[in-house]
T-cell receptor, first 114, second 112 residues
Framework: SQTIHQWPATLVQPVGSPLSLECTVE??????LYWYRQAAGRGLQLLFY??????ISSEVPQNLSASRPQDRQFILSSKKLLLSDSGFYLC?????????????FGNGTRLTVT | SQQGEEDPQALSIQEGENATMNCSYK?????LQWYRQNSGRGLVHLIL?????REKHSGRLRVTLDTSKKSSSLLITASRAADTASYFC????????????FGSGTRLLVRP
């Protein structure tokens, strides 16, 4: 069966520090991969999605970047965190079959920038 | 920009009652999906309805889709305290991309 791992679960970082959040998927090949951010009590904002290694689409201009160094690994990074980067970050995957594939989410990383 | 918007933002009902949540979207879609999120956790896929379908059932869940009104509803029948969660609708971007755009969600509280 397929599983998705996302870590760390919580993170407190000072303003101006770097960030690296990692997400890995097991049990499937060539998944679509996604990073979403959720502000407290709000909906999900799509940050990045990837349909293959090295193929990253950015949805919102911001202080963050994403990379996909391996087929089932998706990394969210920042060189210098801002206070506004605080939030709940969710990684997700879907099968590369088309828009009918549901998303499968990790348990998220709660990031607090102080 | 958000594609789907849920209504109401919050809903409180008694156990055993039905809960109805609505979702409106803006552009043409290929499908619409509903997800559930327990507090502090990731989202879980509940049901997908394609643009050529009008109604779909899964257990106590019933989803309808009206593409002429660009709206969908999620009905949870005979609600239980364990149904307490946030519910989100999500739509594809209506193009060939794999983007999935989420609404702002409905927070459902089922009182025992």
């Amino acid at each position: 069966s397929q599983t998705i791992h996302q870590w760390p679960a919580t993170l407190v970082q000072p303003v101006g520090s770097p960030l690296s959040l990692e997400c890995t998927v097991e049990g499937t090949s060539n998944p679509n991969l996604y990073w979403y951010r959720q502000a407290a009590g709000r909906g999900l904002q799509l940050l990045f999605y990837s349909v293959g290694i090295g193929q990253i689409s950015s949805e919102v201009p911001q202080n963050l970047s994403a990379s996909r160094p391996q087929d089932r690994q998706f990394i969210l990074s920042s060189k210098k965190l801002l206070l506004s980067d605080s939030g709940f970050y969710l990684c997700a995957w879907s099968a590369l079959q088309g828009p009918d594939s549901p998303l499968h989410f990790g348990n998220g990383t709660r990031l607090t920038v102080t | 920009s958000q594609q789907g918007e849920e209504d109401p933002q919050a809903l409180s009902i008694q156990e055993g009652e039905n809960a109805t949540m609505n979702c409106s979207y803006k552009t043409s879609i290929n499908n619409l999906q509903w997800y559930r999120q327990n507090s502090g956790r990731g989202l879980v896929h509940l049901i997908l309805i394609r643009s050529n379908e009008r109604e779909k059932h899964s257990g106590r869940l019933r989803v309808t889709l009206d593409t002429s009104k660009k709206s969908s509803s999620l009905l949870i029948t005979a609600s239980r305290a364990a149904d307490t969660a946030s519910y989100f609708c999500a739509t594809d971007a209506g193009d060939s991309s794999y983007k999935l755009i989420f609404g702002s969600g409905t927070r459902l509280l089922v009182r025992p």
